[in-house]
């Protein structure tokens, strides 16, 4: 049964992507923009929603106008392959992401279609360039970074952060706004050291529902003269926080002086 369901899942989202892929690189040559974003951009956000609706992810977003409101970079951690989905089923985010995904079928055209600014990590000049790109460009819509670095391993719920990203932020006085990712069961959506399409695979033989859960803290107005290792640091603290009391805020915070 698992065999069957997962391949329903697979051929209905693969003839989504053919066709999405098809509309966005279409709608590319088109300038023009729906409340601040390339046209081009929303059928991605159309078929993420489609994505978590045919895979039973049952999502939750806490207070989505936060980030239709944000103009500046979405700080998120980083545990799954599903992190962009989730990201983009709220708005048509843009990321940073590594070189390699522009030459993928599908998903790379769609990145370089929606203005993902890719960034070679083992190229000490692509990571200046991009640097110098992330501060001039336009924050609207959103730029998601993950500090982390990548997706490191289940061993912590959090890893350390890379604090480049904070002195960007820093030093162009981009707002930023740390959010945090959760998913119920985690094991099942966890991207570790195997092809994506293995992971993919996982998820759409599973018969229950996964939970998936995004919430947004408080926007940070950094400034030039803020120590990025401390804006980092903070920010790791913060969605920490919520990674180990999610589900328990009621015992761990109380009324009261």
């Not at 697979?10 to 966005?24: E, K, L, N, P, S």
């Not at 239709?68 to 700080?75: I, L, N, T």
């Not at 929606?114 to 790109?133: H, L, P, Y």
């Amino acid at each position: 049964m698992g065999v069957i369901r997962g391949s329903w899942r697979v051929t209905v989202m693969g003839i989504v992507m053919g066709a999405g892929t098809a509309v966005i690189l279409a709608a590319a040559w088109i300038p023009v923009r729906i409340k601040g974003v390339r046209l081009c951009a929303w059928p991605i956000t159309a078929m993420a929603r489609l994505f978590t609706r045919v895979f039973g992810i049952e999502v939750e977003v806490r207070e989505p106008e936060k980030f239709r409101a944000h103009h500046g970079f979405v700080f998120p951690n980083h545990a799954s392959f599903l992190d962009i989905i989730l990201l983009i089923h709220v708005l048509p985010m843009r990321f940073v992401s590594g070189h390699a995904i522009r030459s993928w079928p599908f998903i790379g055209w769609i990145a370089r279609a929606i203005d993902t600014v890719f960034v070679n990590r083992g190229d000490k000049s692509s990571r200046e360039a991009t640097r110098q790109a992330l501060i001039a460009t336009s924050h609207y819509p959103p730029v998601a970074l993950f500090p982390e670095g990548g997706i490191l391993g289940m061993e912590k719920p959090l890893h350390p952060f890379r604090y480049g990203a904070f002195e960007i932020a820093a030093q162009g006085g981009v707002p930023f706004l740390p959010c945090v990712l959760l998913y119920e069961p985690l094991p099942l959506v966890y991207w570790g050291d195997e092809p994506f399409w293995t992971a993919v695979w996982r998820l759409a033989k599973y018969a229950g529902p996964v939970q998936a859960r995004l919430v947004a803290l408080h926007t940070v107005h950094p400034q030039p003269d803020e120590s990025a290792k401390q804006l980092a640091l903070e920010t790791h603290g913060a969605i920490m926080a919520v990674l180990t009391y999610a589900g328990q805020e009621d015992v761990m915070i109380q009324s009261g002086i």
